[in-house]
Structures are given as structure tokens and as C-alpha cells.
């Protein structure tokens, strides 16, 4: 992870971090180690929880812990009431700055501003109710803004700030090109097809893999699963994304017509319940269904279990994890974008903020580098001929 290894080592000159308290809701991987440890570097006292409670690797956790001093709530496998004990103790930590890889934080910190207590989950609701209403105040009150990482948690906080209740600025991390255009397409797309891979031990060429959604994540899972030869047919319910996917050549369809040719389904909307029981009865028998949002909610399993005979366990879960040199880009975001919360925390809105076009350019710029490649300059002729409305054809 080159570029946050530059970013590191800058932080820990500069220490632009210095006095700040940062929680984190992430995916406790060694790559989200990186990260930690360069925001201590920064000066920060860092707690961090898991965002999913499959993908902690508990020898990473123990590190950060035993040789970082980083508080660290995470445990892999772990069970409903144990993952938001762990929410809990990251927000009692009391951050100035939240990083959200779902947007799990802030959810908890606007439920309590808005005081619906009844919405939060049972163990952040008992410890809200022992503070008394001005801690409570304080705590939200003490959020200079937070960094979210994912295409849902960013659409959640979106509509937070259009319904006029976001209590401080968001860094839209997701929306930088370095982050998206690069992890959802080139991480999510390879990840996505490894776990499917890993875990079923199925020949993808010759088959036919339905993606249920075309945005970045959908774009690269796509791409992917074509070049290991399968036929991909793609879903969607925007005319833009739909005729872009026919335009790549893809076969686009709805998901009622492709639930009767599909082999693998694999849904990267964001959205609930995309692939339902109607869809699941019209399956060939044999079906693969995986989920490759952040949410488990894309496909209906509450239905699904109403329905089904069984279930039986054909194999063991296995470990998967995007690429580290993808999320290099991902983290070094998080990493200037809580700089940038803390350098601009007067002057920022409560609104959904991008991090600026110049950071999103470094970082690539950085990660250019770092790979041994060199890229042309504009000349002093041509910056003019481009920034000039006087210079005709």
C-alpha cells in the first residue's frame, strides 16, 4: 500500500491529527490496519470497530491492539448483540471525527440526536439511556464530521441531508474517483467473483451470471465475469445504466426474465429485496445466489427460508478480501479526508461533501508513482489554449 505508506509517513512529520479522537466502523482487515495506524501516526487516538461481522481477521485486531495501542472492538463470527456492543464502545470513545463503512455511526449518532432511542439496537440503547440529555447533546455536538466509504451509506446520508437532519459535514469518500472508479470497479469486481469462486468451486465459463445492478460495483463484477467466459445478463432500473450495459455488450433483461436462464446471481444494488421469492420459484435447481452489496438485503431471505427444504450446508464459508493494492487508493482517501474534516470543520456545511478535486489527483498522482509510471505534462501553450476563451481554432 504505497500511497498510504507516503501518506504515513507525511502524517507523522505534520501530525495534522494531533489531540483528535477518531472512531471507526470498518472491515478489520490487515488493509484497514494500514489505515489505522497511519491516523495514529497523524496523532489520532483511534478506536475501530468492525462494519460486518464476517470479515474481521482476528489476528490483525489483536495486533493493532497488543504492538499500535489502538482500541480495537472486533471479533470474527460474531453475533448481533456483540457487533453493536462494539458499535457502542466506538461511540463512547466519544469521537471528533467518525469514519463509516456503512454509515453504522452515524446512524447511531442521529438516532440519538433526534432522540429515537426505540431505533437504536439494544445494547447502544441501554448505554444512550444511563447519559444524561446534555452528554447526549455533547456527544453528537462534538462531531466536527465523519468520512463514509460505501454506495449505500452515502445514499443514506444524501437523504439525511435533503430531509434537513444531518447534524455535521460528511465526506462522501465513495464519491471520489481514486475510490470508486478503482475499488468498486477493480476490487468489488475481482473480490466478488474470488468469494463466489472460493465457495462454490463452480466453472464460471459456459454459465450464465445475471448482475442485478450496473453501477461501479455492477460495471467491474460484469467485466469480470465475462472474461472468465461466462454470459452475462445484466438488470437494471435506470434507462442510462441499462442502455450503457447493452452498449458494452451485455444482454440486459429483467430480473423475472432472468431468473428463468440464470446460473449465478449476484446483486449490486444497494436496494432491498431485488431478487425475491417469485424470482428464487423460477430458478433452476441448482441456483447460485450471492449478494455483493453492503447490506444483506438485496435478496429476500426471510422469504427464502419460509419456502425452502432445509437448508443444507454443501461447505464451509471461506475467507475473502479486496485486493490490498486497490484499497490503498480507498484508505488514503479516509486517511486526507479526516484531515480535511478537521482542517475545514468551520467552514464546512452540514451537507454531503466530496473530498476536493486536487486531493482526489494527488492520490493518483501518489499511486502513478508508486507504480513506475510517468504521465505527460500540459505545456504552457496548451494550459493557455485550455483556460482561454480568446484562442480560436
Request: include cysteine; proline fraction near 3%; hydrophobic fraction near 45%.
Amino acid at each position: 500500500m504505497p500511497v498510504l505508506r507516503q501518506l504515513r509517513e507525511r502524517f507523522a512529520r505534520e501530525r495534522p491529527l494531533a489531540g483528535r479522537r477518531v472512531s471507526a466502523c470498518l472491515h478489520v482487515t490487515t488493509e484497514t490496519a494500514n489505515l489505522a495506524v497511519t491516523l495514529k501516526g497523524g496523532g489520532a487516538d483511534v478506536a475501530l470497530c468492525g462494519s460486518n461481522p464476517l470479515s474481521t481477521q482476528d489476528d490483525v485486531a489483536a495486533h493493532l491492539v497488543k504492538d499500535h495501542g489502538i482500541k480495537v472492538f472486533a471479533i470474527k463470527g460474531e453475533d448481533h448483540p456483540t457487533y453493536y456492543e462494539h458499535i457502542r464502545a466506538a461511540l463512547a470513545h466519544r469521537p471528533d471525527v467518525t469514519m463509516d463503512d456503512g454509515a453504522d455511526l452515524v446512524g447511531a449518532l442521529h438516532m440519538i440526536a433526534l432522540n429515537r432511542l426505540d431505533d437504536l439496537a439494544r445494547p447502544v440503547r441501554k448505554w444512550v439511556e444511563t447519559l444524561a440529555v446534555a452528554d447526549r447533546k455533547a456527544l453528537v455536538g462534538g462531531v466536527l464530521g465523519s468520512t463514509e466509504e460505501t454506495t449505500t451509506g452515502v445514499i443514506r446520508l444524501k437523504a439525511m441531508a435533503r430531509d434537513g437532519v444531518l447534524q455535521f459535514p460528511v465526506v462522501a469518500v465513495n464519491d471520489s474517483d481514486t475510490k470508486h472508479l478503482f475499488d468498486n470497479r477493480y476490487g468489488t469486481g475481482q473480490s466478488t467473483l474470488d468469494g463466489i469462486l472460493r465457495a462454490t468451486n463452480l466453472l464460471i465459463a459456459g454459465s450464465t451470471v445475471v448482475v442485478a445492478g450496473y453501477g461501479w460495483c455492477g460495471r467491474g463484477f460484469a467485466m469480470r465475469a465475462r472474461g472468465a467466459g461466462a454470459n452475462v445478463l445484466v438488470t437494471e432500473i435506470d434507462p442510462l445504466k441499462a442502455l450503457e450495459a447493452q452498449m458494452d455488450g451485455y444482454r440486459v433483461a429483467t430480473m423475472a426474465e432472468a431468473a428463468r436462464v440464470g446460473d449465478v446471481f449476484v446483486t449490486l444494488t444497494g436496494n432491498v429485496d431485488v431478487i425475491r421469492v417469485e424470482h428464487m420459484r423460477a430458478m433452476k435447481d441448482g441456483a447460485v445466489l450471492a449478494n455483493s452489496g453492503h447490506f444483506n438485503v438485496e435478496i429476500a431471505l426471510e422469504g427464502l427460508k419460509q419456502v425452502a427444504q432445509g437448508p443444507t450446508r454443501v461447505r464451509e464459508f471461506v475467507d475473502e478480501g479486496h485486493p490490498a493494492s486497490v484499497m490503498d487508493m480507498s484508505f488514503a482517501n479516509q486517511a486526507l479526508a479526516a484531515e480535511f474534516v478537521v482542517q475545514q470543520a468551520k467552514s464546512l456545511t452540514k451537507d454531503v461533501h466530496r473530498i476536493p478535486r486536487e486531493l482526489d489527483a494527488e492520490i493518483a498522482r501518489l499511486k502513478l508513482q508508486a507504480m513506475g509510471v510517468t504521465i505527460d505534462r500540459l505545456t504552457p501553450e496548451q494550459q493557455k489554449y485550455l483556460t482561454s476563451w480568446e484562442q480560436g481554432t
